[in-house]
């Protein structure tokens, strides 16, 4: 559950920060990104989508028991379910292509170093320039 909420939390996150205007909004915008991408890598993510898929399955199935229910239903909703699992377990791994993004692969690099990315080397390099 704490993987699905922070997903959602970054997801959010990537929408507000959409609109880059300045500095500031392009370093959160691409904090953020590699966050989903962290989340994103972990393996389990797409094993625990799996598994609520076919939990999802094992409930509709039980609804065939009750009387009286649209039944036409239940197998629509099994069939949807089904062919969700089945392009889950064929589709790239998720987030694939952001990672071979070479942009987005530089801007992780900058962020994973302390200090990667101030804007104080261009700030020192001008003070310099001027004595």
Known sequence: MRT?????FLLKQLS??????DHLG??????????LLDVFERGELRTEIFK????????LQSWF????????TIDARLADLKTRGAA??????MGQLLHEDRLI??????LSI???CCSFRSADAAYLASY
């Open 4 to 8: 699905w909420l922070r997903i959602e």
């Open 16 to 21: 507000a920060s959409q609109n880059i205007v």
């Open 26 to 35: 392009a370093l959160t915008f691409f904090r953020n990104a590699a966050d």
């Open 52 to 59: 609520e898929l076919e939990r999802q399955q094992q409930k």
């Open 65 to 72: 028991k009750v009387p009286s229910v649209d039944t036409a």
């Open 88 to 93: 889950l377990m064929v589709a790239p791994r």
């Open 105 to 110: 692969a530089l801007v992780r690099q900058r």
């Open 114 to 116: 302390p200090g990667g």
